[in-house]
C-alpha cells in the first residue's frame, strides 16, 4: 500500500514538470501547434506537427495547404507543389492556395503556368493582395521590372500601410537604380512598422547594396535588437564586417553562425575568405576542406581549387586529391558521350595535378574529337615526364608517322610556338559589392574565369588584380596595361540558381563594348554558368590571325580547325600595325586602304591553316606577319535578361 502510494505521487510529480502533449487522437491540437511554429518561422517544427496532424487526417484541407506553404519556405518547390494542389483539391474555391500555387510555380520557373493560376485568380478577385505580389514576382522573373514597379505602386495605393508591399517595392526600386525611390518606400514602412526587426534588415540590405556601409549597420543592428537570433541579420551583418575591412569580426559572427547551424555554408565561406584576406592561407585551406566535407558547394570547391593553384607547389598531395575530383566526373561525361564537358573537367583536373596519369584519357578525347597532332603532344609531355610506357611509347611512334605529312611539317613550323593569343583582356570584379549568400562571390567567379581563358587560343587574361576598388580603377589598370579589352563580373544568387554579368568595356577609353549574361539553375551551375560567360565572349571577339609564311600566292596561318577554321574560309590581310581596337563595341578599325590582300583558306589542319593570297591593288604589299582577319558580319543579338535571382529570394522570403 505504502509503495503504491509512492509510486502514485512520483507520477503525480513528474505530470507537473512534463509539458501537456498533444492527444495523438487530435489532429487539431496538432495543426494549432504547427500553425504557431510558422508564425515564429519554425518550419522544421511546423513540418512535424502537420505531417502528424495529416497522418491522423489526411483530409484536413487547411494543414495540407500550411504544409506546403512549410515546404515553400523551406526551399523545396518541388514537394510544396504536390501538397499545394493536394490542399486545392480538398478546398476547390480557397484562393489563397492558388496563390501559392502561383508562387511556388514561379520558384520551379514553370512561368507560363504561373501565369495561367494568377489569370484564374485575378479575374475573380482583381485586387487580391497575394495575386498581385505574384504577379509582380512574375513580371520580374520574365525580366519586366517596370512593369513589376508599376504594379506594386498601384497596389501600395491601395493599401499604403503594407509593411511586405512597401519592403518590396523599395527592393524591385534599388535593383533597377533607382536609390532615392527605394530610400523613400522603406523609410515609410520603418515609420508605419518601427519595431518590426524585418523592415531594419531589408533596410540595411538596400544601404548595404548603395554601398553605405556604415548606414546598414547601424539597420541590421536594430533588427538584431528586436530579433536576436534572426540569422539572416547575423549572416548580413557578418558581411557588412567583411566589406568594411574588420575580418575578425567577421570571422566571429560567423563562428556563432556556424555554432547555430553547422550546414550553413555561406557562413563557412565568410570565414575562409575572412583568412584569406588576413593571409591565413594554411587556416584558410583546412576551413574550406572541413566546409567541402559538410556540403559539396560549388563556391567551396572554387575556392579552394584557387587558393591550391596560387599558393601550394605542384607536387602537393592535396591537388593530385581535387584533380581526381575531376576525373571522374569527366568520366562520367564521356560515358554520357558529353564530350565537350568531359574535356573541361580533365583540363579542369590536370590544371591541379599536371602530373596525373590521367593525362592519356584527356589525350585519348583529342583524339576521338579529330585532333591527332594536340593527342601526339600529350603523350610526348607524358613521355618527358617520365611516364611513357610501352602503348604510349608505341602511339607516339605510330602517330609521328602518321602525322609525317601534316601540314605543318610541310611548312616546317612548329604549332606550339607559333601559337599566339592576339587579344588581351583584363578580368575584374569590384570590391564593394559582395554577394547576398557567398562572400565576393564576384572575386570567385572571376578568377574562375581568368582560369577558363588559359584555355583560350584567341585571347589571353592579363595578369593583374582581380580586386578592383572601383571601375575606374579597373579602367585605368587595363589601360595602362595595355590590354584590349576589360570585363567587370557582377554575381546575383540565391540559393538554386545564380546569374553572372560580364560588362565589356574598351580598355583604351573606357567605352561600353558589351554584355554578357548567363543564367543557371540546379546542379553544376557555377561551373555552367561561367563557361557560359566564356563561350559568349569567345563567340562574340573575333578571330585575330597572323601571316606567318607568304610565298608565291600561297601563305600560312596560325589558326586552324581548333579555333574554327575550315576550307573556303575567306579573310581580309591588312598591314602590321594598321588596325585600332573600336573606340567602343567590338571590333577593330582600319582604314580600306590597309586592305592588302584575301586570304582563302584551301586546306585547315589543328592549328594552322593554308591558302591562296590574292593582293588588292597593283602592287603586291602582302609580308609576312599581317593581320589576317573575318570579313565583317551581322551583329549578334544581345540575350534576353532573366531576373536577378537575389532579388527573386528576397521578395520569395519577405513574409
Known sequence: MRRSLIVCLLFLALSQQLPAAPAPSNPALYYEQGRQAMLEEDWYTAAEALLECLRLNGAHAQATGAL??????????????????????????DMALADLEAFILIALGQLDAADTV????????????????????????????????????EAVRRFPDDRRLLISLALVLGNAGDAQGAQYYIKRALEQHPSDYRVYYYAAYLESNAGNLENALEYIEEALFHRP??????????????????????????D????????????????SMAFIQEGKTTEALQLLITALEIQQDEFIRVSLEELLLRNTPIEDSRRAVYATWHFEKAREFRKKT??????????RGLRLNPYAKDRSEYADLLRIQGYPARYLEELRFMQDLGMGDRPINDAIESYNALLENALHRRWKVNPVELAKRHWTVAVFSLISPSSFYHADAGATVSSYIKELLIHNRN?????????????????????????????????????????????????????????????????????NATRAIVDSLTAAIPLRIELIRYSQGQGLIDKGRVDGVKAGDVFDIVKKGKTLVRNEGIGLLYAPADIVGRFTVTEADEEVSAGSISRVGFFDLITAGDEVLPQPTEPVPEPQLIGDPELRSLLRTLR
Open 68 to 93: 506546403a506553404e512549410c515546404y515553400y519556405a523551406l526551399g523545396e518547390f518541388d514537394q510544396a507543389l504536390i501538397w499545394v494542389r493536394k490542399a486545392r483539391f480538398l478546398s476547390r474555391n
Open 118 to 153: 494568377l489569370a484564374a485568380v485575378l479575374s475573380r478577385e482583381p485586387y487580391n493582395k497575394e495575386a498581385l505580389f505574384a504577379a509582380s514576382e512574375l513580371d520580374i522573373a520574365r525580366g519586366r521590372s517596370s512593369d513589376a514597379i508599376t504594379r506594386y505602386k
Open 459 to 527: 585571347m589571353a587574361a592579363a595578369n593583374l588584380e582581380l580586386n578592383q576598388p572601383s571601375f575606374s580603377a579597373g579602367f585605368r589598370a587595363a589601360r595602362e596595361a595595355g590590354c584590349d579589352y576589360f570585363i567587370i563580373v557582377s554575381v546575383t544568387e540565391s540559393e538554386r540558381d545564380i546569374a553572372i554579368k560580364a560588362d565589356l568595356f574598351v580598355a583604351r577609353t573606357g567605352s561600353s563594348a558589351g554584355a554578357f549574361y548567363a543564367y543557371r539553375t540546379g546542379n553544376d551551375r557555377f561551373r
Open 338 to 347: 558529353l564530350i565537350d564537358q568531359a574535356l573541361f573537367e580533365y583540363r
Open 229 to 254: 537570433q534572426y540569422l539572416p541579420a547575423a549572416s548580413l551583418l557578418a558581411s557588412l564586417r567583411y566589406r568594411m575591412g574588420d575580418y575578425d569580426e567577421a570571422g566571429r559572427i560567423a
Open 256 to 271: 556563432s553562425i556556424i555554432a547555430k547551424d553547422r550546414t550553413d555554408i555561406n557562413a563557412w565561406h565568410l570565414k
